[in-house]
């Protein structure tokens, strides 16, 4: 074995110097990286599948190994994955269920009719290697909660709040903790073997079931959220994970009385878009610069950006010459030549010919 | 002389309309095909590149020299052509793939990527074939149209095209650098030395890399560093004289429009479009030459669409003709040694000065 594989990836400094001064191109670099171990790169995180299980019949657990670029994360978290469809690397975030130095464990939940998660479900195989973005979340466990801690989590929700359960668990957390999983179909209830054993572990876990498509079963609630599963179960911290509807009914209803302990959350979609028409006010984050400010959706991001001061990239103002390019990071733009809609967050857009459709993050 | 026909601005509307609705049908198809494309170019380079380099460590044998030496223009050629120029336009933004970031690739001649950006996808594709705007028009060196000024420093041009041809990749490099201009005293020193800066340092690495490394691996490993360096040598010589015979072919033709500088005042995107369209010149040939100019074969519509995948253009240029010929434009093509002829003729009489 020539290279040393225990130790930290020391021995890429100088070739990172190379890449860093132009003596070397780094996908020239990674290709060979590559070639020796799969999922060996020189600054971009990739990580290998060791293992898949499915914890739920729509719910698939990947277990991966990732390279030595991994920075570490926190269970709750979540991770940027990138997968190619039709030419164009995409990228979702699946949080972490579980974190042990390199090795982690997230959860991916079928999407039917999207363009992502149905593929990587369906194509992914143990040895496959994947790229990972950096971790973000700020879920943490609320250490100093006196007194029960409740969980509430609707689909993919669970993946979050589980990571987080599991490891205050084996940290020693004895308070009261509950967590209530929302459901459509009995089939979707996640992590159910796992979870029994911790409660089988740990007498200070409860784990219910709501189940709001179909009969539930033995010792599973039936229905949505209501007020009344709140009641029965007196916690002193909430986190809520989950689509953004839950998210919003949860913790209206642990906001309807007065509460000691901290409210976190969560949501996994976007708030849903509305009033973009008419030159309405829009909320423009132009991540790099530091710079939030409003703005319309009339003008282009170009135009708005230098009216706030900024002094951004560029050349023809015409959208021909690419000059202006930046990521799209959040929300969606409108091509003001063609009309054509962008909305996937990471693609590039071209500020002097785009304009806001609603808030935007961008990378500039 | 070109026999267009004058537009109404309805029709220069309706023109730039339906040149538009192709563009976008041909976004909405980019996809899985045009990924795989791009990165069988860059693996073609690579084979190219490398397989050209080993073959060099062999010697002066004039088999494998010759071979190895021609692999490795090739490969250049490749790199700087389909490759480079290609990704440089943002043609493969859309893949959101790091190694295809038009803003990012740094390309394998002297000349710095960040300095092409800006003369070429900026300032050329706006201004193209604007005189006193586009510096592409004869580079400062040469005088190709009689609506040029004519200075005593062209009667020599058949010498500074030859000189500019063999050190091409040194002629782009220093473009942006406009040093005419600084020693007219129009740009200051403070102006100028950043870049310069910035140019001898790529020039530097490109050094090091093609008549350094390569060459000292040659004496570690007891082959003949000559002959290495000499192989890349006549390696960039041969993608300096290939990328400035195929260039000058695209605006320098017999029908070649150029225009005055008040038709940028409130162009429309017709204009826009037809100015692109009178501009260019095309070249005619098989897929494998198409390839290898890097498609500036189909120079017209790569100055309609310079964002777009250029292995599209082939299929693309087909409609394009059509509506030139509805709109009685004329669509300026022809076999090389024919379109290079004409370029020549050009650099042969303007040296002289002409009545406009």
């Known amino acids: 074995m020539p290279f040393p594989s225990s130790s930290s990836a020391d021995w890429l400094g100088p070739l990172r110097r190379l890449v860093a001064d132009g003596w070397l191109r780094e996908s020239s670099v990674d290709a060979w990286l590559g070639a020796l171990r799969g999922h060996w790169r020189l600054n971009r995180t990739f990580a290998r599948v060791r293992s898949l299980r499915w914890v739920a019949a729509d719910m698939l657990a990947v277990r991966l190994k990732a390279n030595r670029n991994w920075r570490g994360a926190r269970p ?27 090795n982690l464990e997230l959860a991916i939940k079928r999407q039917p009719g999207g363009r992502f998660a149905e593929q990587l479900i369906d194509t992914l195989c143990p040895g496959d290697v994947l790229e990972l973005g950096a971790p973000g979340g700020d879920l943490r466990w609320p250490q100093e909660a006196q007194g029960g801690v409740l969980l509430l989590a609707a689909g993919s929700g669970v993946t979050a709040l589980y990571g987080l359960l599991n490891e205050a668990l084996e940290n020693g957390w004895r308070q ?51 007020a009344e599963h709140l009641r029965e179960l007196p916690a002193h911290s909430l986190l809520a994970c989950g689509p953004h509807g839950f998210v919003q009914t949860a913790l209206a209803l642990w906001n309807a009385e007065p509460r000691a302990g901290t409210a976190q959350w969560e949501a996994f979609s976007p708030p849903p878009a509305g009033g973009e028409e008419g030159g309405a006010t829009v909320r423009l984050d132009f991540a790099r610069s530091g710079l939030r400010a409003t703005g319309d959706s009339q003008r282009s991001l170009l135009e708005q950006a230098e009216a706030h001061g900024l002094k951004p990239k560029h050349g023809c103002r015409q959208g021909v010459c690419t000059e202006c390019t930046c990521q799209l990071l959040e929300g969606r733009v409108r091509d003001l030549r063609s009309g054509r809609e962008i909305s996937e967050p990471g693609q590039p857009l071209r500020i002097c010919v785009s304009a806001p459709l609603g808030d935007v993050r961008i990378d500039l | 002389m070109r026999t267009d026909r004058e537009l109404t601005p309805a029709e220069l509307e309706a023109f730039g309309a339906e040149l538009d609705a192709l563009r976008e049908r041909t976004l909405a198809d980019l996809g899985e095909a045009d990924a795989r494309y791009i990165r069988r170019v860059r693996g073609a380079v690579r084979l190219c590149c490398t397989a050209g380099r080993v073959l060099l460590m062999f010697g002066w044998f004039p088999p494998t020299w010759l071979l190895g030496t021609l692999l490795l223009g090739l490969g250049k050629i490749l790199e700087n052509m389909e490759l480079g120029h290609n990704v440089m336009h943002g043609q ?20 710095p990527s960040d300095f092409w950006r800006v003369t070429h996808n900026h300032l050329h594709h706006t201004y193209t074939n604007v005189i006193g705007k586009d510096d592409d028009i004869g580079y400062g060196l040469l005088r190709l149209f009689p609506e040029q000024r004519w200075k005593p420093f062209y009667r020599r041009q058949v010498l500074w095209a030859t000189l500019q041809a ?18 007219k005293g129009r740009i200051g020193k403070d102006e100028v030395q950043p870049l310069l800066r910035q140019m001898n340092a790529k020039i530097l690495r490109q050094w090091a890399k093609d008549y350094l490394f390569f060459p000292l691996l040659a004496l570690l490993i007891g082959a003949n560093a000559l002959a290495v360096l000499t192989g890349n040598l006549v390696a960039n010589l041969m993608r300096n004289l290939w990328t400035f015979a195929v260039i000058f072919c695209g605006h320098f033709t017999e029908k070649a429009a150029v225009f005055p500088p008040e038709v940028l005042e409130n162009e429309s995107r017709g204009h826009w479009y037809l100015r692109q369209l009178r501009g260019s010149s095309n070249l005619e040939g098989g897929p494998l030459f198409h390839i290898l100019t890097g498609n500036l074969s189909h120079q017209i519509e790569h100055h309609l669409y310079p964002d777009l995948p250029a292995r599209r253009y082939a299929e693309m240029a087909r409609e394009v003709r059509q509506i030139a010929a509805r709109y009685g434009q004329e669509y300026n093509t022809g076999r090389m040694s024919r379109q290079i002829a004409t370029v020549f003729r050009r650099i042969w009489v303007y040296r002289k000065p002409q009545a406009v």
């Open chain 1, 76 to 102: 709750g978290q979540a991770v940027l994955v990138y997968g190619e469809r039709n030419g164009v690397r995409l990228a979702r975030c699946y949080s972490l269920t579980a974190v042990r130095g390199r």
């Open chain 1, 176 to 226: 009261p903790v509950w967590l209530l999983h929302a459901v459509r179909r009995r089939e979707q209830r996640a992590f159910v073997p796992e979870l029994q054993a911790l409660m089988a572990r740990y007498p200070n876990l409860q784990v219910r079931w709501l189940i709001s498509g179909e009969p539930a079963g033995e010792g599973e609630l039936r229905g949505r959220l209501q």
């Open chain 2, 92 to 111: 493969y933004d859309w893949m959101n793939d790091p190694e295809f970031n038009g803003q990012r690739y740094e390309w394998d001649i002297v000349g």
């Open chain 2, 166 to 183: 063999l050190l091409f990749q040194y002629a782009v490099a220093v473009q942006h650098v406009k040093l005419d201009k600084y020693f």
